[in-house]
C-alpha cells in the first residue's frame, strides 16, 4: 500500500523522551500490559527514528498529540506540553503536525492557550479526550474551546465511544455516545469535529452523525483494521469516502500493521486515496501533495 499512497496518520500519540514527558507509570502500564504495545515505543523513542518507523510504514506526515488527558490539578493526569510538540514540529514540519490537547479545566486560559498554539506554534487542529474529565462532550464548559476552533478555523477530534480501563486508582466512565457530537453540530454547524477511535462499539452510531452533518468526520485509530465491521468498511470506499481520516493511535496500533491490514480490505485505489491521505490534507488544508489514483472500473 506505501506504494500506492504515502499515508497521513492524523492520531498519533509520539512519546517524548527525556524528562516531563508525561508519561505516568499507569499510563506506562497501560499501554505496555493493557494494549500490549512494545515498550521500545515508549523508551528512548527520538524524533529521528520515529521517522524512521514512519518511512518503514508507509507513512509520510503525522499529527503530534500535545495530550492533556485529565485536568492539570489531578495527579493522575498526563500531559504533554505544547511546547514539546511545537519543537519537534518546527525541526520537521514536512513531516509532524501538531495537535493541542484541551484541558476545559483551565477555563479561559486554555482558550488562550489554544489560541497560541495555533497563531504562534503553528499547531493545525485541536484534540479533546473527554471521559478524562468526566462530561460528555456537549456539555457546556467545552463550548468556548468550540467557539474558539470556529473562530480559528481549526477542526477538533475528540475520543467517540468506549473508555477502556486505564488504572485501578481512577477508573473512567464512557461519557461520549456519538450522538453527543449530534448536538456540538447543531450548535456549532462551522465547527470541524472528528470523532475519532471510529465510534466503537456504536460505530453505526457515529457514521449515521457523519452522515447527517457536513462537518462531522471519522477517526479509523485505535482498533486493527481487521476488526472493523463491514458496515465501516462499506461506508469508507462508497457514501462516507469523503469523510473518514486514516489514524493510528500511536503506539495503541502498530501503522505498518494498520496499513498491511487495510491493503486486504475491499476498498477501491480512489476510495483509498482519499482514506490514507486526501481527506486530511483537506480537511486540516496541509501544504501536501494530494494522491491522484485512477479510477478502477
Known amino acids: 500500500m506505501s506504494d500506492l499512497v504515502r499515508a497521513i496518520d492524523t492520531v498519533c500519540n509520539f512519546e517524548f523522551p527525556g524528562e516531563g514527558a508525561g508519561r505516568t507509570g499507569w499510563a506506562h502500564q497501560f499501554i505496555t500490559e493493557k494494549i500490549g504495545a512494545d515498550p521500545r515505543l515508549i523508551e528512548d523513542f527520538t524524533p529521528e527514528n520515529f521517522i524512521d518507523y514512519l518511512d518503514d510504514a508507509g507513512v509520510e506526515h503525522a499529527f503530534l498529540i500535545a495530550v492533556r488527558a485529565g485536568s492539570y490539578l489531578n495527579t493522575l493526569s498526563r500531559e504533554v506540553t505544547y511546547e514539546q510538540v511545537a519543537k519537534v514540529v518546527q525541526a520537521h514540519p514536512t513531516r509532524f503536525s501538531g495537535l493541542a490537547g484541551i484541558d476545559p479545566t483551565r477555563g479561559m486560559r486554555g482558550v488562550r492557550e489554544l489560541e497560541v498554539a495555533v497563531k504562534e506554534h503553528?499547531?493545525?487542529?485541536?484534540?479533546?479526550?473527554?471521559?478524562?474529565?468526566?462530561?460528555?462532550?456537549?456539555?457546556?464548559?467545552?463550548?468556548?474551546?468550540?467557539?474558539?476552533?470556529?473562530?480559528?478555523?481549526?477542526?477538533?477530534?475528540m475520543q467517540v465511544g468506549h473508555c477502556l480501563r486505564y488504572s485501578a486508582e481512577r477508573p473512567l466512565a464512557s461519557v461520549t455516545r456519538p450522538m453527543a457530537l449530534d448536538r456540538i453540530a447543531c450548535d456549532f454547524p462551522e465547527l470541524k469535529l472528528v470523532g475519532i477511535h471510529i465510534g466503537w462499539p456504536w460505530t453505526e452510531e457515529m457514521i449515521a452523525v457523519a452522515y447527517k452533518h457536513p462537518n462531522v468526520y471519522i477517526g479509523s485509530d485505535?482498533?486493527?483494521?481487521?476488526?472493523?465491521?463491514?458496515?465501516?468498511?462499506?461506508?469508507?470506499?462508497?457514501?462516507?469516502q469523503d469523510k473518514v481520516l486514516f489514524g493510528t493511535d500511536f503506539p495503541v496500533i502498530n501503522p505498518e500493521r494498520a496499513l498491511r491490514e487495510i491493503a486486504e480490505l475491499p476498498i477501491r485505489s480512489t476510495s483509498?486515496?482519499?482514506?490514507?491521505?486526501?481527506?486530511?490534507?483537506d480537511l486540516y488544508n496541509l501544504p501536501l501533495e494530494r494522491a491522484v489514483v485512477e479510477a478502477q472500473q
Open 122 to 157: 503553528g499547531f493545525v487542529g485541536a484534540h479533546l479526550y473527554p471521559h478524562w474529565f468526566e462530561e460528555s462532550p456537549d456539555a457546556a464548559r467545552y463550548y468556548p474551546y468550540y467557539a474558539k476552533c470556529v473562530e480559528l478555523d481549526i477542526p477538533i477530534q
Open 222 to 240: 485505535a482498533y486493527g483494521p481487521k476488526h472493523w465491521s463491514k458496515e465501516f468498511v462499506h461506508y469508507i470506499d462508497s457514501w462516507g
Open 272 to 281: 483509498m486515496a482519499k482514506f490514507l491521505r486526501n481527506n486530511a490534507i
